[in-house]
């Protein structure tokens, strides 16, 4: 009877090990952060669905000189601490005759410079101060795990804070983000912002780390069973790096925003599905635009149609730069 019981307890050890074991995996390769460690590089999952969405994909040499001409600059280090104690960073660049603030929010696991590559030349030649933050676990930030927005977006509302510290003249500010970095910035609309925040850019974000983990789980490992899956992440997430999924979610911020919105999603996107996009600013509750880009992947918006791009990115600024402030007074 004795060696039944610790054969059944035995079993029961080892299914619950597997169980636990395939969820901790996932949180690895997700959320656990190793841009600072040497590792081999899975080669099939870099060839796949991330290769093919990565400007430098079509458009190495335009994505390559941006990147160079952001090096080039003389930019400042800026830092700060995050609500939970890390240290995080950012580069600085100021424009001669600067009529606005831009804060620059980078994707998973990218870079300021890498991400808004397309665009931080034309932004800094047409009066815009940039600060492009170091996401934590990236760059020059402190950090061991990647919270999809759930901490990100406080981190995001955080610099708007230290912007606005330093903002002495009282230039109109826009918040802009890529991909998670996008997630991040409407999440934080969500909060409290300074009052010279005018509008958003969001490009290609998604709605939910739920939703975009499980499209991820489901499109681009063939996982089923994505429910499970979810539970032991989302146990993971609570347990070592202190934030739940459902903390990171767009839906309470749109519907509560009261900040302008401009929204860019490219239609073969297939990292994130521009019905994310779709989905944010349906729900968007403030005055909003969307511009969804035929034939362009993740983050190639500003390279398959440049000078729509940036024909809104200006019209967007002209008209909030002015309005928005009467705008955000009315609605505060």
């Avoid at 074991?21 to 870099?46: I, T, Y």
């Avoid at 590559?117 to 940039?130: D, M, P």
């Avoid at 539970?231 to 900040?259: H, P």
Wanted: charged content about 25%; hydrophobic content about 40%; glycine content about 6%.
């Amino acid at each position: 009877m004795k060696e039944k019981i610790i054969k059944t307890v035995g079993t029961i050890v080892v299914a619950v090990t597997v169980f636990m074991a395939l969820g901790w995996s996932f949180f690895d390769l997700m959320v656990r952060c190793k841009e600072h460690k040497k590792q081999s590089k899975r080669k099939w999952f870099q060839l796949s669905h991330i290769k093919v969405n990565h400007p430098r994909y079509k458009f190495e040499e335009e994505y390559e000189g941006g990147k160079e001409w952001c090096r080039r600059q003389n930019m400042q280090d800026c830092y700060l601490r995050s609500r939970d104690g890390l240290r995080l960073h950012a580069f600085y660049l100021p424009a001669e005759n600067a009529k606005r603030f831009v804060l620059l929010s980078h994707g998973y696991k990218g870079s300021g410079f890498g991400d808004f590559a397309a665009i931080a030349r034309f932004l800094h030649e047409n009066n815009c101060n940039l600060l492009f933050i170091d996401q934590r676990c990236c760059g020059a930030s402190q950090g061991e795990y990647i919270t999809f927005g759930a901490m990100e977006q406080y981190d995001v509302q955080n610099w708007a804070y230290y912007i606005a510290r330093r903002n002495k003249k009282k230039l109109p500010v826009y918040i802009y983000g890529e991909s998670m970095g996008a997630a991040a910035v409407l999440m934080a609309s969500g909060h409290k912002l300074p009052q010279e925040v005018r509008g958003l850019i969001a490009d290609c974000g998604f709605r939910s780390m739920k939703g975009q983990v499980q499209d991820m789980a489901a499109n681009w490992f063939h996982l089923k069973w994505v429910g499970l899956l979810l539970f032991r992440l989302n146990l993971f997430c609570r347990l070592l790096a202190g934030f739940r999924m459902k903390d990171a979610d767009t839906t309470r911020a749109m519907e509560t925003n009261k900040r302008p919105v401009l929204f860019f999603h490219g239609l073969e996107d297939t990292y994130v599905d521009e019905k994310n996009t779709r989905y944010n600013y349906a729900i968007c509750q403030a005055p909003k635009e969307i511009f969804i880009i035929p034939e362009a992947r993740h983050r190639c918006s500003a390279y398959v149609a440049p000078e729509l791009y940036r024909e809104k990115l200006l019209s967007f600024f002209e008209k909030y730069d002015s309005e928005g402030e009467k705008w955000c007074l009315k609605k505060a």
